[in-house]
């Protein structure tokens, strides 16, 4: 069974762009969560999607977004690009959501440079 | 805003001998998780641990839960090279409802041949 997907893995935008993330999960995970990675803050939870509904979103601006599709593969975006936003953006996947215990299983990451 | 603090922040031991990792957090749990990353690539899910849990074993992974005290141990034994990596504990205090899985710094681990 495949594993988690994420395209790009490498992107590099201007401060004031928008970019957009993808991530494919596991065939039958219906839960994607995103996370934000960074040598300062450390791991930071972004939001979750199940069943293609946000379904909790972490301490971010409104800057960032996401959406989760039919067929469970989610995007996030990222509005107005800022230096601070240079990062490994990791999506992770799982059966159900986080609540039920699922074990999450994370894509290899795209990394984000700001310049 | 973490929840989960490592100690030690880095580890650093000869192959054979056996590492361990803690992990404090403040508030209460549903369940506690423990994740490897090797060189910024993806995490992978070592084990799960309830909060009416206290100790559970994954080959030669173990790891404790002291509720009470907020604290979790992750034990590697007889450990080899390839264990060269950080080591993340995850905190998820969402309760029935929707929450979120808040990571800890991690503590990085060295295994010289």
């Known amino acids: 069974k495949a594993g988690v997907t994420q395209t790009p893995r490498y992107l590099i935008k201007t401060r004031g762009q928008q970019v957009t993330l993808s991530c494919s999960p596991i065939?039958?995970?219906?839960?994607v969560s995103w996370y934000q990675q960074t040598p300062g803050q450390g791991l930071q939870f972004l939001f979750e999607?199940?069943?293609?509904?946000?379904?909790n979103k972490g301490n971010f601006p409104g800057r960032f977004s996401g959406r989760q599709f039919s067929n469970s593969r989610s995007e996030m975006n990222v509005s107005t690009l800022e230096l601070g936003d240079s990062a490994l953006y990791l999506c992770?996947?799982?059966?159900?959501?986080?609540?039920?215990?699922?074990?999450?299983?994370f894509g290899p990451g795209t990394r984000l440079t700001v310049l | 805003s973490q929840q989960g603090e490592e100690d030690p922040q880095a580890l650093s031991i000869q192959e054979g001998e056996n590492a361990t990792m803690n992990c404090s957090y403040k508030?209460?749990?549903?369940?506690l998780q423990w994740y490897r990353q090797n060189s910024g690539r993806g995490l992978v899910h070592l084990i799960l641990?309830?909060?009416?849990?206290r100790e559970k074993h994954s080959g030669r992974l173990r790891v404790t839960l002291d509720t009470s005290k907020k604290s979790s141990s992750l034990l590697i034994t007889a450990s080899r090279a390839a264990d060269t990596a950080s080591y993340f504990c995850?905190?998820?205090?969402?309760?029935?409802?929707?929450?979120?899985?808040?990571f800890g710094q991690g503590t990085i681990l060295t295994v010289h041949p």
């Open positions: 508030t209460s749990i549903n369940n």
């Open positions: 992770a996947s799982s059966l159900g959501p986080i609540r039920s215990y699922n074990e999450q299983f």
């Open positions: 995850a905190t998820y205090a969402g309760g029935t409802s929707y929450g979120k899985l808040t």
């Open positions: 065939s039958g995970h219906r839960s």
């Open positions: 641990i309830r909060s009416n849990e």
């Open positions: 999607y199940f069943s293609e509904t946000q379904r």
